[in-house]
């Protein structure tokens, strides 16, 4: 059963790794989209960059928050998956 | 029947972390919409700010939901899927 | 006939994470496209964000719904599908 | 015959598993698109709102049917397909 | 032949689970946009609802007239293509 | 040549079963952008309604015309196949 | 060469049943566009509606023939193609 | 040699079927411009409808015959392919 | 090395019959843009059909002649491949 | 050997004919663009025609010979590539 | 075993080379849309220019961030993903 | 070792055949965008035509220059690839 | 294990190749979106030149260090990757 | 271990000319967005075109040079690979 069990590490590996990328880049875009709405108020209208710019983190920062669940479950696969120490036992 | 276990983990891998790569996608361009919009409203209106950020707020923890849900359907994949107890003693 | 048993889990596995993921994308952009309106309308005419907030919340529970029609198919698949239980025998 | 048969139920899961969620997102971004306009309509035209809501209420039922119809066709898979009772009998 | 015969039902079930799916993605996607257009007239112009509405509804009722053929092919499909019964026969 | 046989008919499940979904998703945004135009002209200047609702009719008539044809071919393909008959016969 | 044969015939209905559907969603989207101008054409300059209508009728009509082509090839392939003949003849 | 044989005529009537399915979608869209921009023309300037009808006229035969080469081409495979003959008496 | 000799067959067929497929799609929308430019601009400035038509002439030939240039190696495939008599000859 | 070289002569094939096909739906496309904005030109302000004609035939020329770039590589590997010799004395 | 854990390395390199190619594309259009705004914003009223480099600085930083969390991970999984001790192991 | 020598030709066929045809699609489309700026302005401003000829045709020789080092690499790959030679001699 | 060895290398080799080809395309599209708003904002407003390159500068050197992550990374896997050396051992 | 040590170099074709292929693209629609923009400018007012020129080719040479690290890659990839000795001498 060794062979399948490394395919759980390869599998657990192309998950991680694709999917923080997948998720960078779709939070990427969002946070573009925020900061040019941002951006574009601020240049236009000076004066409200003190409320645009607190209404700019709250955003941000949720949608960071969704990439680092990624993260999160991504590290998890490399380092706490409870399914990963008895199938490395079966690594011999 | 131990090969065919593995593959059971292995695609419980795979569902949680590129499901949750693919809803932090969704929900990441979703939140930005709504972030966009009231960004901008606040630029044009600094006075509507209050009415603007409860609106905004409500609607992304809404889609915040939909991203937890992804999550926790990808933790009880992970952690308490009733299938795996039976399956992981097949792996001896 | 272990194997092909274990097939199923998987399928039931992968339908209900990976379809959790996309109804969530979708229906995260759906919420975003009304949120923004809202948004965007109680920005430029904050008198109406009475009403306006009321349509959109009859409108988001409406395609949350349609994101927890596919949360309890999940479910279903994990922890309440007829063939299930006839299926799990054949693990022995 | 027995690994075809579960063939058959797999697929059963995955039609109506993938099926409800690719569903959800078609009808989530028209109930959306219906609901944008409402909502813009009600912003601009707040007198309006009693009509638009009507309106309104029609197309999202409408709408909400096609994705009834598909939960109504994966639920007939899962629980009421005439041709799974023969089948189930291979699983012997 | 059995196997094969399975794979007709299974090939049954994909067609009539997924194409629902898919025609309601469609159709969905369609009503909205006739919605979303009336929806914007009559927020507009309130005194044309009368007229606009029933325009909307007999184009929204062509349009879910194409989801009901889809319907009623994948009905057909489970339960009177006038292949299954031989078909049938063959699983013994 | 049973299991071919039997291919032959599974194939034209799916040339039926998808084939009608396709094409209810095409003609079904296609006659949403006549509905549309319709329904906005209409709301726009409801003096026109008679002239616009006949030319949406048979604008709508011919788009439904292109779904009945693909119904149809689905159709023949399900009872009227030429070929059908000499195959049914190898199903023994 | 008999399961040969019959993926001839597998691929004429493959050819048939999907050709129409995908002509249908070209087709159908393209009708849809100059319907959509034409009823936009007369919302706005009634008085027009006579030219109008001439000039679209042509055009819908060369359109259809596109599809009509494509039905033809269709029933060509499941009533009249030449090579049908002598492939039928393996089958025997 | 006969199974090779045969998938040469199948992928005869896949070219054909398929091929000129293609190209009504795609002419079939290129039409629907044109259409769409003389019938907008029309509309707003009744006065230009015979130039305009010309020029329309032009284009769409130019387009027609595009898809014309290509329903020549399929026919050529189904009814006039040089290789057709020697690949025919394989059958035999 | 009868059988891949029909592979070369078959493969030119392939390419003959989709490449001009594609050919004509793109072309096609090709010719379609400048009708479309053409068009219009006849439309709202009738006195400059002469200068607009020649060059609209120029345009719809160059593009004409990209998909003509498709249309001669579909044919020097069928009709003129200097390496089909070597492979005609293997097939016996 | 055999086998293997006539793979040669179709991937020779199918880079030719689908090469030409891609390109001339790109170069096609492109030609459009700059074709659409000349006519546009000329129909607004027939005095600039003689300039405007000038510069699309100069950009008509670079894009055709992006095309016709692909349509020598193709020809080069129908008819001249060096590779073609050796491997057609395998042909035996 | 070798083979198979040859392929974790494989699939760690495919997932670090690719998986930060991904995200290089989503966050820099991502920077990319926050720059286009800043820079319009200081072209068009250059006294703001302090305030929106501020924000602007503050948006890329994070998407950067995103970025990063790939790299990270690419380089985790090339230096220090904790399985593949034991696997290098196998390699003997 | 024959039929993977042979295999090392048929790549180099595809990958300068499809490369060129690819960066002809791309090359051409970026063309046309400046082509079409320049054209559409030499039309509004006649006056400024010789500097913004100097402009177009400075870019147009860049973006021709991308597609040139594709010509370049796939001659590179039928004439003068290093790795060929040893191989050719495989294949005597 | 020398096959899958030379795998490794195969995949490193495509890594880097397709890696950096696919972070040029979309750092290529992200330094054009900047570039255009900067042009744009110079030709609009030439006194704000000095302002708006330095803003320009910084966020093409922002996404240039994306492009660059993915090429050092590319660089890494063919020149500095740790796991390299033991499997080069295994080539013999 | 030579039809692997072939796959080698097969892979590296396909990676130098595909790879320069698709960044080709990439970059040429970048040029072309800043080309696109710098010429319009210059159309509009001739008097910044010194400014203009000088940020285009800025912005050009940036674009460029993404495309020119691909053809490095390229180049390495045919001519300079460290791992392409020991496996040439796998061909023996």
């Known amino acids: 059963m060794g062979p399948e069990a490394l395919q759980f590490f ?3 590996v192309a998950a991680a790794g694709f999917g923080i990328a997948i998720a960078a880049v779709g939070c990427g875009l969002a946070q573009a989209m925020g900061l040019k709405a ?3 108020g601020i240049a236009r209208n000076p004066e409200s960059s003190g409320k645009v710019t607190v209404a700019m983190l709250i955003g941000l ?5 969704l990439c680092i669940y990624t993260l999160v479950i991504g590290l998890i ?9 008895p199938i490395t036992r079966l690594l011999g």
């Open 10 to 12: 390869i599998w657990s």
């Open 38 to 40: 941002a951006v574009e």
């Open 61 to 65: 920062a949720m949608i960071e928050s």
């Open 77 to 85: 696969l490399i380092y706490a998956n409870p399914a990963a120490e």
